[in-house]
């Protein structure tokens, strides 16, 4: 999918130009779709680390290229993917949500609060969902309306969101009345021998690039990102594209707490405690810049697949829980250096 | 002169090579004490390349430089410190945070004679007081560099320079910033150092200037050495040639006489403490520069008619209707167009392509609104590569790769492809190079002639002079004259945004 989607940068259509302009003439644009193709892929790097991973612990485990053990990696990344999608895109326009992990939380508290009280699935579900779209509202009204810094906005978010999910549940699990088979297979179904959790983060993706890099807004966002005072003289809404951006976070947090409701039949207080770490390092892994205007939400997905495989890769070769933690890290620091190391060398070139 | 002395720095015969660039190709210039040498070249032609080399910044691959007659090897930017050489950036380099004091002794911070780590103040605030008198600031050394204006930072950097006994100051567009009084106390500042022996390498694009403080003029063009000369032996034209390597006929292209329909009126505009009754307008065509005294409000004028700052009263029409502009949304919509005064903070999306930095506005027209035809979108983009003549090797290159002229054009591209009615433009060949520059206006000339209200912000007089229809000229917040082709000079204008007399408007 990577290649097919970056392909349009090989597109690079030989459209007559018109002599419309104001000034005949003048020189010709050469354009070297190869070379333009792949500095422009920066998910490739992240592809091609991806695949040496993989390789090494195919040479080291019997188990880990199994389809079983591929796709329970799948799944178990496929939250952080869906997350850390929504949080590129608000990443992108210079700001960061602490608050996902709450939200998570929230939405499946919500949910599983209602089916309790004998609510429809359906109703539940959509209920569940908005109150994780209006908490990304809320988020993006504090810091385009009070003037909050992303940052202590939605850490007050987060703060607040856990609370009322420990106020709402007293600290307790809410368990899921059994009869709701569909949201259940949401969260431990297959298609085929696909997990659902890994079909819902493949079509995100695609939704996702389709609207970051094709769509109008899409462009938008890029551009508050890399300088949001040319974004708002240039005559774009730069309030209304973040608002956006908060609530479309939000929401996909949200959609990840219905999975993991489904997945563990019972809404947890304390799921997603911590998650927002996860969820910013695969963002930042794949190639977002922090300080906004880069990053793609293939870049994302792959990030989290790199968190993934590797965690799986240390329980496969048995290193201690404790130490992974740390390995962790030392990934995230090696993958963002080696990242900022050519971007210095193709601004000197 | 003092020609006849030592001469304080020489450089020889220097190379430097970048992957794809001879940046300096066997470049040599000569500076004596209390002199000022005034290197001239368009944009890319190496005089920054050659001034990070004497800086330390960058190590050439080839060449010697003489401090006094022996070879030295400033090999970073302290051993070009320890030297005597100084440079100001056109980017200041102050800490903001901090006092006029700290910032010009930072890192040589005067030691309290008995506690141990505990900086002296009295006597930091005595040696700063005495530094300063040297730049003529008369300002408390306590005072936060965050309070001074650009220019009084700039005398604080110089400041600093002598602190550590410069001997080769080296000024970047150092007036790029100032008002016409900041200039002449500079001018005033570089006299005094002169006579101190100090040298000064004297970067600029003002031809004025050049004439009126240097002394000799070398010029620059691809990364070699075209010549230097005595400026007393020099005139524009030559060293414009010299520069461009070609003869430009004429600097200025004049848009024919301009007899449309009033498109813009602008009427009773208020702003408290900013604006003040500004009534005007601008007819289909017509191209109408504003001049007057850096801060008399020219800026925030435009900025309040394109929505970019709100307003306390008065009216706009666009071709005779009353219209609400309360944000550049507005305005973008109504067919008004803004080219800022500061394109890389205002303008440019440095980090994105020529292609996105140019069809932002416009992404909503390419077929369907919410996702863009990229045919369309490269279609558009190639024209106005291709007609502004924006040099790139493709519209995929990123904007921060771009020089200054080619920035500039990229930002009015964007503007044209909206097809505007108004379009503004403050400052709009601030920091380019010569040869842009006539781009530039003729480019402006053309866009009137097309129909186009122009609205031009200068503060280059010649310019002003070379490209309006009519002159407003604005002092304090209001408009004070308001003067057609026929009758504008530079005294006129000069008297009216001075206030020595008023023409009523």
């Given at each position: 999918m990577s290649v097919e989607d970056s392909g349009r940068q090989l597109a690079t259509d030989a459209t007559p130009v018109a002599e419309a302009g104001i000034a005949p003439s003048g020189s010709a644009i050469s354009p070297r779709p190869m070379l333009a193709w792949a500095t422009r892929v920066k998910e490739l790097n992240i592809l091609v680390a991806l695949l040496i991973l993989c390789a090494f612990l195919s040479l080291r485990s019997d188990v880990f290229l199994t389809q079983g053990n591929l796709f329970g990696v799948a799944r178990a990344f496929s939250l952080t993917a869906i997350v850390a999608i929504g949080q590129t895109m608000v990443i992108i326009t210079g700001g960061i949500d602490l608050s996902v992990g709450s939200v998570l939380a929230l939405s499946g508290i919500t949910t599983g609060l209602l089916l309790g009280e004998g609510w429809p699935l359906g109703p539940a579900m959509i209920a569940g969902i908005l109150v994780g779209s209006a908490t990304g509202l809320f988020n993006g009204l504090l810091i385009t309306q009070v003037g909050l810094p992303p940052f202590i906005a939605t850490l007050g978010t987060l703060s607040i969101g856990r609370g009322l999910v420990y106020v709402l549940t007293k600290g307790y699990p809410v368990t899921i009345p059994p009869e709701h088979q569909f949201l259940l297979k949401m969260g431990q179904g297959y298609v085929g021998s696909i997990p659902i959790p890994v079909i819902i983060m493949l079509i995100v993706t695609i939704l996702g690039t389709l609207f970051l890099s094709q769509s109008t807004i899409g462009r938008y966002i890029y551009a508050v990102g890399g300088n949001e005072e040319a974004a708002r003289l240039a005559g774009i809404n730069v309030s209304l594209v973040k608002l956006l951006v908060y609530t479309l976070n939000s929401t996909l947090a949200a959609l990840a707490g219905m999975i993991l409701v489904a997945r563990l039949v019972s809404a947890q207080p304390s799921a997603g405690l911590g998650f927002e770490l996860p969820v910013i390092a695969a963002a930042i892994i794949g190639g977002t810049s922090l300080l906004g205007g880069e990053g793609t939400v293939l870049g994302a997905v792959l990030g989290a697949a790199i968190m993934g495989v590797l965690e799986n890769g240390m329980v496969l070769l048995g290193v201690n829980t404790y130490a992974q933690q740390a390995v962790t890290g030392v990934v995230i620091l090696l993958a963002v250096s080696l990242d900022m190391w050519q971007k210095r060398r193709r601004r000197r070139v | 002169m003092e020609t006849n002395n030592r001469p304080i720095l020489e450089m020889q015969h220097i190379h430097k090579r970048f992957p794809g660039v001879h940046a300096l190709n066997d470049v040599s210039i000569t500076v004596y004490p209390g002199e000022v040498l005034a290197l001239v070249g368009e944009n890319g032609a190496g005089k920054s390349t050659l001034m990070k080399v004497l800086a330390g910044a960058v190590q050439p691959d080839e060449g010697t430089i003489l401090i006094d007659g022996q070879p030295v090897a400033i090999t970073n930017p302290r051993r070009a410190q320890e030297l005597g050489i100084g440079i100001i950036y056109q980017e200041l380099s102050l800490v903001n945070a901090l006092s006029i004091g700290e910032n010009i002794f930072l890192g040589d911070l005067p030691r309290h004679p008995r506690l141990p780590g505990k900086v002296d103040w009295p006597e930091l605030w005595r040696r700063t007081s005495k530094v300063l008198e040297h730049v003529r600031l008369r300002i408390p050394p306590q005072t936060?560099?965050?309070?001074?204006?650009?220019?009084?930072?700039?005398?604080?950097?110089?400041?600093?320079?002598?602190?550590?006994?410069?001997?080769?100051?080296?000024?970047?567009?150092?007036?790029?910033?100032?008002?016409?009084?900041?200039?002449?106390?500079?001018?005033?500042?570089?006299?005094?150092?002169?006579?101190?022996?100090?040298?000064?390498?004297?970067?600029?694009?003002?031809?004025?200037?050049?004439?009126?403080?240097?002394?000799?003029?070398?010029?620059?063009?691809?990364?070699?050495?075209?010549?230097?000369?005595?400026?007393?032996?020099?005139?524009?034209?030559?060293?414009?040639?010299?520069?461009?390597?070609?003869?430009?006929?004429?600097?200025?292209?004049?848009?024919?006489?301009?007899?449309?329909?009033?498109?813009?009126?602008?009427?009773?505009?208020?702003?408290?403490?900013?604006?003040?009754?500004?009534?005007?307008?601008?007819?289909?065509?017509?191209?109408?520069?504003?001049?007057?005294?850096?801060?008399?409000?020219?800026?925030?004028?435009?900025?309040?008619?394109?929505?970019?700052?709100?307003?306390?009263?008065?009216?706009?029409?666009?071709?005779?209707?009353?219209?609400?502009?309360?944000?550049?949304?507005?305005?973008?919509?109504?067919?008004?167009?803004?080219?800022?005064?500061?394109?890389?903070?205002?303008?440019?999306?440095?980090?994105?392509?020529?292609?996105?930095?140019?069809?932002?506005?416009?992404?909503?027209?390419?077929?369907?609104?919410?996702?863009?035809?990229?045919?369309?979108?490269?279609?558009?983009?190639?024209?106005?590569?291709?007609?502004?003549?924006?040099?790139?090797?493709?519209?995929?290159?990123?904007?921060?790769?771009?020089s200054g002229g080619n920035q500039q054009k990229v930002v009015i591209a964007r503007w044209l492809a909206t097809n505007p009615k108004v379009l503004i433009l403050d400052e709009p060949t601030r920091g380019i190079d010569v040869g842009a520059k006539a781009e530039v206006h003729a480019l402006i000339a053309r866009l009137a002639e097309q129909g186009v209200a122009i609205i031009m912000v200068s503060s280059e007089l010649p310019e002003i002079l070379g490209m309006s229809h009519r002159v407003l000229v604005m002092r304090q917040g209001r408009i004070v004259a308001n003067i057609p082709r026929e009758e504008a000079t530079e005294e006129r204008i000069m008297a009216a945004a001075t206030g020595q007399t008023e023409i009523a408007a």
């Open positions: - | 936060l560099v965050r309070d001074l204006s650009v220019a009084q930072k700039q005398m604080v950097e110089i400041a600093r320079a002598l602190a550590r006994n410069v001997r080769v100051l080296i000024l970047d567009e150092p007036t790029s910033a100032l008002t016409l009084q900041e200039t002449e106390t500079l001018f005033n500042i570089i006299h005094d150092l002169r006579e101190r022996g100090v040298a000064i390498i004297y970067i600029s694009h003002r031809m004025e200037e050049v004439f009126t403080i240097t002394q000799r003029v070398t010029v620059l063009r691809d990364g070699q050495l075209i010549g230097t000369l005595p400026t007393s032996e020099a005139t524009e034209d030559r060293l414009i040639s010299m520069m461009v390597g070609r003869d430009l006929s004429r600097l200025f292209s004049r848009a024919a006489e301009a007899t449309g329909p009033v498109c813009l009126e602008v009427r009773g505009l208020r702003r408290a403490g900013v604006l003040n009754d500004i009534s005007f307008h601008v007819r289909a065509g017509e191209i109408v520069g504003i001049a007057g005294l850096v801060g008399s409000g020219r800026t925030e004028l435009v900025r309040s008619i394109f929505g970019a700052d709100p307003i306390d009263g008065g009216e706009i029409l666009l071709n005779g209707e009353k219209v609400t502009i309360r944000s550049p949304r507005d305005a973008v919509r109504l067919g008004i167009g803004l080219v800022p005064e500061d394109r890389k903070q205002q303008a440019l999306f440095l980090r994105l392509a020529i292609r996105e930095n140019i069809s932002l506005p416009v992404l909503t027209r390419l077929g369907t609104p919410a996702f863009p035809s990229r045919a369309k979108e490269r279609s558009l983009v190639a024209d106005y590569i291709k007609s502004l003549r924006i040099r790139t090797p493709s519209m995929e290159q990123r904007v921060e790769a771009l």
